[in-house]
């Protein structure tokens, strides 16, 4: 087998290699269906299978243009996945009054460099329009349901995966004496909530996929999850939310928590994933701006080391999908928490140099220099994604590696190759 990912020496390595890559044959001929024998040629990922991403919200509002530009390029060279703010209060700050051009713009620099878009979130309790009705009955769960059909309509096409409600498992229980959504999801239940939001989403876009979300990670989000895929739910992805401002959570228990949800063959999103680089968190109060919370060079060190352990652990369970880091600069982070991958002046932090190695070049297969045997074959492991032929430094065609395990592919080349 020529140049590729390497089997792996450990375990955990040949999990990754059986999960992420395949073994292909590459098949050549010409226009005339005669094989392209002895020829040498160049295999190249252009892009990854799995999604790498992390919220997108700073983008082109650092507060002056060189941060801006070094945030999108650092961005753009990392990251294939990107999550637009979609809550409903600065959405809709004003009823009726809805403000889709600037994640319009976010959406459109997203496509425009090859990464994908998501929306955050549809149906949540907490960033409520303060013109919400405060009663929490038909008429909320009527605006509600009609937010959803506006928003996802005018996005279709261009936001690929929603995270239709946030947070399922404490929504009844969240001040329940003041929030209007805590009612309504009191009065109709979770199960019929999640169905109602979820049906709603579906048939405003067939094309987008749909994630469940949540922070809580117990029975009880297992338990919500079987009831609503025995309700007849159909959830694209589940949503696992992992801040971990309090402390790394560690290989064993990421490890548990990947095996658990899996149970139900939906694939998982690591949604907002949170390592710090500086002192943890010790209090309770996950509402309010912490100032002079900053990173620390101990802090970055240890930031780097735990976060290429829990990439490692998520690349390498079959179950996930995509991992979504929460947030990509400390400027502007949520609680003012120095959680970015790059610090406030925009400058790389250790750990965004880690991902790097380990998105664009430990885990990218290429550039592989392969010559076709006498019946124009070519063969070498890859990493699951896109790649481009090249044949004499030119691009001679495009193919895609869908899924793991041996395949088979046949391109047919225009004449001059």
């Given at each position: ?7 792996g ?54 507060g002056?243009p ?13 990251m ?9 209060g ?15 713009r ?13 929306g ?28 959803i059909?506006?928003?996802v309509?005018?996005f ?28 309504l ?15 709603e ?19 009880l989000y297992?338990k ?27 290989e ?71 991992v ?5 600069s ?21 750990a ?43 691009r001679a ?5 869908h ?15």
């Amino acid at each position: 087998m020529p140049a590729g990912p390497n089997s792996g020496q450990t375990e955990k390595g040949e999990h990754m290699q059986e999960h992420r890559t395949a073994e292909v044959t590459l098949t050549l001929r010409g226009s005339d269906g005669k094989p392209l024998a002895n020829r040498p040629i160049t295999v190249r990922q252009t892009a990854h299978a799995f999604l790498f991403g992390c919220n997108v919200f700073k983008l082109n509002s650092t507060g002056s243009p060189q941060r801006d530009r070094a945030y999108a390029d650092r961005f753009a060279a990392l990251m294939n996945y990107a999550t637009l703010p979609f809550y409903w209060g600065g959405y809709e700050p004003e009823k009726g009054c809805p403000l889709p051009e600037p994640r319009r713009r976010m959406a459109e620099w997203c496509l425009s460099h090859a990464i994908t878009p998501k929306g955050h979130p549809l149906c949540w309790h907490e960033v409520l329009p303060k013109w919400a009705p405060q009663r929490g009955g038909k008429e909320l769960l009527d605006l509600q349901t009609r937010r959803i059909r506006r928003d996802v309509r005018a996005f279709r096409g261009m936001v690929k995966w929603w995270d239709v409600v946030n947070e399922v498992c404490v929504m009844p229980r969240y001040q329940t004496d003041k929030n209007p959504m805590a009612r309504l999801c009191r009065r109709m239940g979770r199960t019929a909530l999640v169905s109602r939001m979820f049906a709603e989403a579906r048939k405003s876009d067939h094309s987008a996929r749909f994630i469940l979300n949540d922070y809580d990670v117990s029975d009880l989000y297992e338990k919500i999850i079987e009831d609503c895929l025995e309700a007849g739910v159909k959830i694209d992805a589940i949503g696992i939310q992992s801040h971990m401002h309090t402390g790394w959570w560690g290989e064993e228990k990421i490890v548990s928590v990947c095996d658990r949800f899996s149970r139900f063959g939906i694939p998982l999103h690591f949604t907002e994933l949170t390592i710090l680089s500086g002192a943890l968190k010790t209090d309770s109060d996950w509402h309010s701006f912490h100032p002079g919370w900053e990173s620390t060079p101990e802090g970055e060190k240890r930031q780097a080391l735990e976060l290429e352990k829990t990439y490692r652990a998520l690349f390498g369970h079959k179950a996930v999908r995509a991992v979504t880091w929460w947030d990509f600069s400390d400027l502007g982070a949520w609680q003012g928490a120095p959680a970015g991958l790059l610090r406030k002046d925009m400058t790389p932090k250790p750990a965004y140099e880690v991902l790097m190695d380990l998105v664009q070049k430990e885990w990218r297969t290429g550039p592989l220099r392969l010559v076709t045997d006498a019946l124009g074959r070519a063969r070498f492991r890859g990493y699951l994604g896109s790649y481009a032929l090249e044949i004499r430094n030119k691009r001679a065609a495009d193919f895609h590696l869908h899924r793991a395990g041996c395949l088979n592919v046949g391109l047919e080349l225009e004449r001059g190759f």
